[in-house]
């Protein structure tokens, strides 16, 4: 995927980031189409592989302010979203804004909240705004949630519903480095701390304007009839439960657009919604039965879809 | 990216307004046969549907159906079968046109569109030109877009269309109905071919032609027509041979000329001779036009009276064609002709004599008592007005009105001559004609019918055109080539078959034999290997197909489910690769944004194809 990436900008932001987060340049690409395409993202990993490092290199890059919220069970919606305190001096009662007043908001463990929680937490991503004591709040622009979960340890957690991990544009993993990659960790050791002085090399406003230029690049209905060949598909196959939604079409027109923007094209090919399958349609299908892996099942599907030409 | 779309509210307009042309269409083709009537009704009714429609208002359809039954009953209602079928199409006008006053969904424009076809079928039984053609067209790629249309609508259930869609359809439908026509061309072979009414209902005036008896005043009646007699192929020829034979009279009797039933004659011609072809349209009388002099007719049924008259044993009753050989410039030597070619009415008016002695005086030969005749009939006018009439019209002619048509003129030298002893007869047929450069045919019409005399002198039957009458307007070049062209392919194809037709009436009798499933069967296999071979002359030029085809000979075989991209990644060598990615990216530059593949697009695709070509015979 990266190798095709043409655009000067794109190309300038990974190979920045590639220097502090060694062999995670894919999940870096994924992350970039993830907020170029106005989506939020969720990370299906294990702790301890360089998740945050991931949220808070990119806050800095794009000179976006961060928040992170830590998942458990008994995190409120009022620890997320703020809470209006009484000020003895004023005597009035003040705003204190929660960490998701912010442009980049890493959700940890999303799956430890309880429902109540999590239900508040993704309808601020979809409404971009809380709103408090009657008061309703807009969130800064952009606004990107980046959420993980961990799939080992499922005591005690409450698993998002299949509805609601459909909000999210992509689901991805950053799985473990490669052996060079990782050795180069464990010699030069963690580089959070200069991940933290990075210089940025983009502000709020260039994003935004790229957003829009992205949402801009032409999608031909030649494209468009092959995404809907295969969102029927996956609706009509016997092995599968639950097929793709029509948010979930969006989300591949989307971000597929952004990734012909990354390749300098002005326009979307079949490939570049086939590239982004992979994230963008695991987390929103369910099997009917453990048959296989739902990749096999997307793939197979795909091999009988023709493409245009 | 600004697109222009048409909004649901337009494409309803559209609808109507294409509705309604498709209703009109048959409409032009009846309305000169239809009462006024009814069609100053279909007319207004129309108006008043635009009107509705354009207020959004429509009468209900159970009204509407109430009175479609009632004008279903309206013909029943005329007792003479005759009468049957004219009342049919009326009621089938009136029920499409109160179609369009209700609300229209996909049903009812079909209903519209199939009623509107019906009505253009039908009025082919009161008439059939090579128009009806062109109307079929129009209505075709109407229908066909409108259908197209609202099928399209349907499909996407989208509720606009943008223009660029909507042009694609016109293209379509244009596409279909032009392919269809070739198909639709085999009913020509199939059906019996009618340029006269399937039924003669008595609204085509017949055309009346020369009898064996012709009353004094009575060619007039045909020469104030103008209908077509006759189309005649051949060279051009000089305008003074340009007389048409149909019928000779020998006999007077004061007011009528007739033709002696079997008067036989055997005169020794000779002269220039000449072929030709004529496609004679229907007439009342069986006598056949031929260029004066004729020699023979070839058609069968034909039955030649005297030497110089020909007379079909059928009715004509549609057009026909025959070849026929004649003499222009003839001799037509001649013993001695029989002794009524003298013969005078009995009651003959001394007057008349009288008048051919004063004129004759000093003639001392026969060309000179010619000459005299002639030149007193010069000082007469030529009117088709206010005709010479009373017990004897010849003398009123003479003395009184000193006016008159052909007619008058010729019987007034017949009977100066024959007083002056020398042996005279009235010919009747056609003068002149218009020559058409583009088809190579004379078009002559009943108003170009003459009389004109013949007179026995020097042993030799001589022409002579007292009247001397040359008036030709001028004629509508290309749509009578159009006209003709029609005639003379569609009637062309079977002269036999259709007289078969014209003489049994049962048309079961003409065999729907194997030459015609044969015919049908080839038609439709060609028109399906021309289909085939437009779509692989398509596909060889399409360069991505070409492109794979290169590519497949260096062992690349792309498959249905990969991209063109996917495609690449498995090409190798690299110089290969890079080459073939240069073409990939020109293509899909052009095909996934949507844009027409232009010829210097197309000629650029080409000239990668063949670097990549190159390669592979380095």
């Known amino acids: 995927m990266i190798e095709e990436i043409k655009n000067a900008k794109i190309l300038d932001i990974i190979s920045y980031l590639k220097n502090y987060l060694q062999g995670k340049e894919n999940a870096i690409v994924l992350s970039l189409i993830a907020i170029f395409s106005k989506g939020h993202l969720l990370i299906e990993d294990f702790p301890g592989l360089g998740k945050t490092s991931l949220v808070i290199a990119l806050s800095k890059i794009l000179n976006l302010s961060f928040g992170r919220i830590q998942c458990t069970s008994d995190l409120l919606p009022t620890d997320i979203t703020g809470l209006s305190i009484y000020n003895k001096n004023t005597g009035e009662f003040e705003f204190k804004p929660g960490p998701i007043i912010n442009n980049i908001v890493l959700v940890d463990e999303i799956n430890r909240a309880t429902p109540k929680t999590q239900s508040a937490l993704l309808e601020a991503m979809a409404e971009e705004q809380v709103t408090i004591d009657g008061r309703t709040y807009k969130l800064p622009q952009p606004f990107f949630v980046i959420a993980t979960q961990n799939p080992i340890e499922t005591f005690g957690t409450f698993p998002l519903p299949e509805s609601q991990l459909d909000r999210f544009i992509m689901k991805i993993s950053i799985g473990y480095p490669q052996r060079e990659a990782e050795a180069d960790i464990l010699k030069k050791g963690s580089s959070r701390e200069k991940i933290h002085q990075l210089t940025p090399l983009m502000d709020k406003d260039e994003i935004i304007k790229i957003q829009n230029e992205i949402r801009e690049i032409y999608l031909s209905d030649k494209v468009i009839n092959w995404i809907i060949d295969f969102l029927n598909a996956t609706r009509s196959d016997n092995r599968i439960l639950l097929g793709l939604s029509t948010r979930a079409g969006l989300a591949l027109t989307y971000t597929a657009k952004a990734l012909a923007y990354f390749k300098n094209r002005d326009y979307v090919t079949p490939e570049d919604v086939k590239e982004l399958i992979p994230f963008i349609v695991t987390h929103r299908i369910i099997l009917r039965e453990d048959f296989s892996s739902k990749e096999e099942v997307i793939l197979s599907i795909l091999e009988n879809i023709s493409v245009p030409p | ?618």
């Open chain 2, 1 to 618: 990216m600004h697109l222009a779309y048409i909004t649901q509210n337009k494409i309803e307009n559209f609808l109507f307004f294409i509705s309604i042309l498709i209703a009109i269409i048959p409409f032009s083709a009846i309305y000169s046969s239809i009462s006024t009537l009814i069609s100053l009704l279909f007319i207004t009714i129309n108006l008043i549907a635009v009107l509705l429609h354009l207020k959004k208002f429509y009468v209900p359809n159970s009204f509407l159906n109430v009175a479609s039954i009632l004008f279903i009953i309206y013909p029943f209602l005329n007792f003479s079968p005759e009468d049957f079928l004219l009342p049919s199409i009326e009621a089938l006008t009136l029920i499409l046109s109160i179609r369009l006053l209700g609300k229209k969904t996909q049903r009812e424009y079909l209903q519209i569109y199939l009623l509107s076809l019906l009505l253009l079928g039908s009025s082919t039984l009161l008439n059939m030109s090579w128009i009806f053609l062109l109307r079929l067209i129009f209505m075709l790629v109407f229908t066909i877009l409108s259908i197209l249309l609202i099928t399209y609508l349907r499909e996407t259930k989208s509720e606009f269309i943008s223009i660029k869609k909507l042009l694609n359809l016109l293209k379509v439908a244009f596409f279909i109905s032009v392919v269809s026509l070739p198909l639709s061309a085999l009913f020509f072979f199939i059906l019996p071919r009618t340029p006269k009414p399937l039924i003669d209902i008595g609204i085509n005036k017949g055309k009346s032609g020369f009898t064996s008896v012709v009353n004094l005043g009575g060619i007039v009646s045909i020469e104030e027509d103008s209908s077509i007699v006759m189309r005649v192929k051949m060279k051009k020829i000089d305008e003074n041979h340009l007389y048409w034979r149909v019928i000779t009279f020998d006999r007077f009797d004061g007011r009528k000329w007739e033709k002696s039933p079997n008067e036989d004659y055997k005169p020794d011609i000779s002269g220039e001779r000449i072929n030709y072809t004529v496609y004679l349209e229907p007439s009342t009388e069986n006598y056949l036009p031929t260029l004066d002099f004729p020699i023979n007719i070839y058609l069968k049924g034909v039955s030649q009276e005297g030497t110089d008259n020909f007379k079909a044993d059928f009715p004509i009753e549609k057009t026909i064609k025959y070849m026929a050989t004649s003499f222009i410039n003839p001799v037509i030597k001649q013993s001695k002709p029989s002794s009524h070619y003298l013969n005078l009415p009995t009651n003959f008016s001394n007057k008349i004599k009288e008048l051919t002695d004063k004129i004759t005086e000093n003639s001392s030969s026969k060309e000179q008592i010619v000459k005299n005749i002639l030149s007193h009939l010069s000082n007469y006018q030529y009117s088709l007005k206010n005709l010479p009439s009373g017990i004897n019209p010849v003398e009123d002619f003479l003395f009184n009105k000193k006016s008159g048509n052909c007619e008058y003129f010729a019987t007034s030298m017949a009977l100066m001559l024959r007083i002056k002893g020398i042996p005279s007869r009235v010919v009747g047929g056609f003068k002149g004609g218009s020559y058409n450069d583009y088809g190579g045919y004379y078009l002559i019409r009943a108003s170009d019918a003459h009389l004109w005399v013949e007179a026995w002198i020097d042993g030799k039957w001589q022409r002579f055109d007292p009247s001397g009458r040359i008036g030709r307007y001028s004629e509508s070049v290309v749509f009578n080539f159009i006209d003709y062209i029609w005639n003379s392919i569609v009637l062309d194809y079977d002269v036999m078959a259709q007289l078969r037709l014209a003489k049994s009436i049962s048309p079961t009798k003409i065999k729907f034999n194997k030459n015609v499933t044969w015919i049908i069967l080839v038609a439709i296999l060609i028109v399906f290997l021309i289909f085939k071979v437009i779509r692989y002359l398509r596909k060889i030029k399409n360069p991505l197909i070409q492109f794979f085809a290169i590519m497949k000979k260096y062992g690349f075989e792309r498959k249905k489910s990969e991209g063109l991209r996917e495609f690449l990644n498995k090409v190798e060598p690299l110089e290969l690769k890079v080459k073939a990615e240069k073409f990939i990216q020109a293509y899909e530059k052009t095909y996934f944004k949507d844009k027409e593949f232009t010829r210097e697009k197309i000629k650029e695709l080409r000239n990668l194809l063949r670097e990549i070509n190159e390669n592979n015979k380095s």
